[in-house]
């Protein structure tokens, strides 16, 4: 029986020292991999860029998340900023005689694309080429490409060209049926974040506001699109409505394609463009490689700092998303950093905690009084997004970003009925008039209603206040297009929600202009981590758990999951915006 005990003891310590030596392991190759992904690269002569399906467009690099769950993704992921900077330097440079987009789901927000076909058509006054490929296309992908001089198509493929829908799901009945009592309290009949838990169908003021939005998104896309392919605007909407683009004979015969070829034959286009011989390599640097070819070592000077700030706005410290403790951190630090002369904060958010937009509101405004700061929206600044951009100097929109959304409300759940139901009851014992405002059990007492709706309505109150302050407008002309309406940004500027209609590019043209800056370096903010530091901010319990259940049911289902189970994002007054839009 010793034995016996002591050949388990034995393999059980074998096992955990293997297992601890292939851990070991696994993290110095994943250390070795952070390293060497500095390489330098270079562009050979004759080169192709190329934007391929291994292309993923982000925002800020707090977007770009390596973990364990994850390693298998092969997609390179590249700011937008440093994309359109790539285009630019590629129309003067010698050795890129033209561009291939070859991509069938595009990875990219709206506003993100609209950058790249932008820098795309600055590219084609060079008279480099510029051509594109597609299977099975996606419309984002499309929009893409279509900027192309030529767009060629598989002869089995399709293009998924079908407009902009959105579908609003309601859970009110739902919630009856179930038990679950929804105490919701908000300021702006456009508001509608809060909308499926009150009513069984869309709101005449939603309704509006989906369709205004919409249309003004679509109306500047497909015009886009329509003066690529050289189509007139009521010809390019038959085409969309008849959903032609996805039989590969219609697409051709209807011009959203040139030819219908074979992903060879298109390579054999793409050699004897160039002049290729048969026995010459195409050389091909896609996009990720040609901006290590020149952003690869920290460069020295005065510098424009862009500040990223993308995903929802929360209390913490963490780094992924938009943590309030690490915001101030980083906003500090670049107020006290003197070889930054300027900053521009990129805001890519739909809004959050109104306790916490507030407190980086108030650094930003102390960081206003030493250096320049200007704003550049992304695909979305509404609710809390739109209120930390008022410090600043001046605020640029994208045409198609999603603005505004002045309004704020809360929603407090509660499981009275269902408790009812189940047999399930509760007695409250408590020292004074309300300690027991609210239970998950009996909701809020009339009194914390009452409470609740003053909160509510002193945060909206204030954050008109801001919008007052920096748009120099009255509390009344704020009030008109607030109520928690969004719009695009092209109606932005018209209400004078923003100053100028323009990329992240322009925003930092700007703001060296306004510090006196003749020659200057451009800096990210945060820096960006490696695949090594990313792992190790994953290695705890609930971190590990909930990306395994982000990884089962998905992104945006995960979101959903979130705000209905963690306590850190009940009980809060929100400035948030209630949905998102993608050209999918």
């Not at 506003?111 to 590219?123: G, K, M």
């Not at 603005?403 to 704020?408: A, E, K, L, P, Q």
């Given at each position: 029986m010793k034995s016996f005990f002591k050949n388990v003891l034995a393999n059980i310590v074998a096992i955990v020292l293997l297992c601890f030596v292939f851990f070991f392991f696994f993290i110095i190759m994943i250390a070795v991999g952070s390293m060497g992904g500095e390489k330098s690269v270079s562009v050979k002569k004759n080169s192709v860029l190329t934007i391929n399906l291994n292309t993923t467009i982000i925002d800020s690099p707090t977007e770009e998340q390596q973990s364990i769950f994850n390693m298998k993704n092969k997609n390179s992921n590249i700011l937008?900023?440093?994309?359109?900077?790539?285009?630019?330097?590629?129309?003067?440079?010698?050795?890129?005689?033209?561009?291939?987009?070859?991509?069938?789901?595009?990875?990219?927000?709206?506003?993100?694309?609209?950058?790249?076909?932008?820098?795309?058509?600055?590219?084609?006054?060079?008279?480099?080429?510029?051509?594109?490929?597609?299977?099975?296309?996606?419309?984002?992908?499309?929009?893409?490409?279509?900027?192309?001089?030529?767009?060629?198509?598989?002869?089995?493929?399709?293009i998924e060209l079908k407009g902009l829908a959105t579908e609003v799901t309601f859970f009110k009945d739902f919630a009856e049926k179930y038990g679950i009592g929804i105490e919701v309290i908000r300021h702006g009949k456009f508001k509608s974040a809060v909308e499926p838990f009150l009513r069984n169908d869309i709101s005449p003021e939603n309704q509006e506001q989906l369709s205004t939005l919409l249309n003004d998104i679509w109306g500047n896309t497909s015009s886009k699109m329509a003066a690529s392919r050289k189509m007139k605007a009521e010809e390019f909407k038959t085409v969309v409505d008849s959903l032609y683009g996805m039989i590969p004979d219609l697409s051709l015969k209807y011009k959203l394609a040139d030819k219908l070829i074979q992903k060879t034959e298109y390579d054999q286009i793409i050699r004897a463009k160039l002049n290729l011989k048969a026995d010459d390599k195409l050389n091909r640097v896609s996009l990720h490689k040609y901006i290590d070819s020149f952003i690869n070592k920290e460069k020295s000077g005065d510098r424009v700092a862009v500040l990223y700030a993308s995903g929802s706005i929360n209390n913490g410290d963490e780094y992924n998303e938009i943590y309030s403790e690490k915001y101030i951190k980083y906003i500090k630090d670049l107020q006290e950093d003197d070889k930054v002369k300027a900053v521009v904060l990129r805001i890519n958010s739909p809004g959050g905690s109104a306790n916490a937009s507030d407190e980086i509101l108030f650094e930003l405004q102390q960081l206003k009084k030493k250096k320049p700061l200007v704003v550049s929206f992304g695909d979305y600044a509404a609710s809390g997004g739109y209120y930390i951009a008022m410090g600043a100097d001046k605020i640029y929109s994208e045409p198609n970003t999603l603005?505004?959304?002045?309004?704020?409300f809360g929603v407090m759940p509660y499981f009275k009925d269902i408790a009812n139901k189940n047999g399930v009851r509760s007695d409250i014992v408590a020292t004074n008039a309300n300690s027991a405002y609210y239970s998950s059990l009996h909701g809020l007492t009339p009194y914390g209603v009452n409470l609740m709706t003053r909160s509510v309505e002193g945060t909206y109150k204030r954050f008109v206040h801001f919008v007052t302050q920096n748009r120099k407008k009255t509390f009344e002309q704020i009030d008109s297009v607030g109520g928690g309406r969004v719009w695009s940004g092209v109606r932005a500027k018209e209400i004078g929600l923003v100053d100028e209609l323009g990329t992240l590019n322009d925003a930092v043209k700007f703001a060296a202009q306004k510090a006196n800056l003749k020659s200057y370096n451009v800096a990210s903010y945060p820096k960006k981590m490696t695949a090594f530091e990313q792992i190790f901010e994953d290695l705890n319990e609930d971190d590990i758990s909930a990306r395994v259940i982000k990884n089962k049911i998905g992104k945006a289902n995960y979101e959903i999951l979130e705000q209905l189970t963690d306590e850190k994002l009940k009980f809060e007054v929100k400035m948030e915006m209630p949905y998102k839009i993608k050209i999918n």
């Open positions: 937008i900023y440093d994309a359109v900077e790539a285009i630019h330097k590629a129309k003067e440079d010698d050795n890129i005689k033209g561009i291939s987009i070859e991509v069938d789901n595009f990875n990219a927000g709206t506003t993100q694309i609209d950058d790249l076909r932008s820098a795309i058509e600055d590219f084609k006054k060079s008279g480099k080429f510029v051509y594109a490929y597609g299977n099975s296309v996606s419309q984002a992908s499309y929009y893409l490409g279509s900027v192309a001089d030529q767009y060629y198509l598989n002869p089995s493929g399709g603005t505004g959304s002045i309004g704020v």
